[in-house]
């Protein structure tokens, strides 16, 4: 069974800096691309930022430049660094896994930006 873990969300100042983190319970090689989503209230959940299994990354256009995912391999943890946040960047932010046809997601983490 795939397990996500995930970490960092907050409060913050707009203009703060966060960093989400995403551990899962296997190697990340297991996965064809783990990244980011968010979710608003009763809003479909969306893509912020993937990193492929090659390393590859893809970002929202309206992330690119305030947001960068990077990952530790020996950790098995994938991270969404966020700069310059804005209060419409409060949301919940869920931790994506693909596997295949297969998909994980984590429990979610609140970030708060006020202004």
């Known amino acids: 069974q795939v397990q996500l873990e995930e970490s960092g969300g907050g409060l913050v100042q707009a203009g703060g800096s966060l960093r989400l983190s995403c551990t899962v319970s296997?190697?990340?090689?297991?996965?064809?691309?783990m990244g980011w989503h968010r979710q608003a209230p009763g809003k479909q959940r969306e893509l912020v930022a993937a990193i492929t299994n090659g390393g590859g990354t893809n970002y929202a256009d309206s992330r690119k430049g305030r947001f960068t995912i990077s990952r530790d391999i020996a950790k098995k943890t994938v991270y969404l660094q966020m700069n310059s946040l804005k209060p419409e960047d409060t949301v919940v932010y869920y931790c994506?896994?693909?596997?295949?046809?297969?998909?994980?997601w984590g429990q979610g983490t609140q970030v708060t930006v006020s202004s």
């Open positions: 994506h896994a693909a596997m295949r046809s297969t998909n994980y």
């Open positions: 296997r190697s990340i090689f297991n996965f064809d691309a």
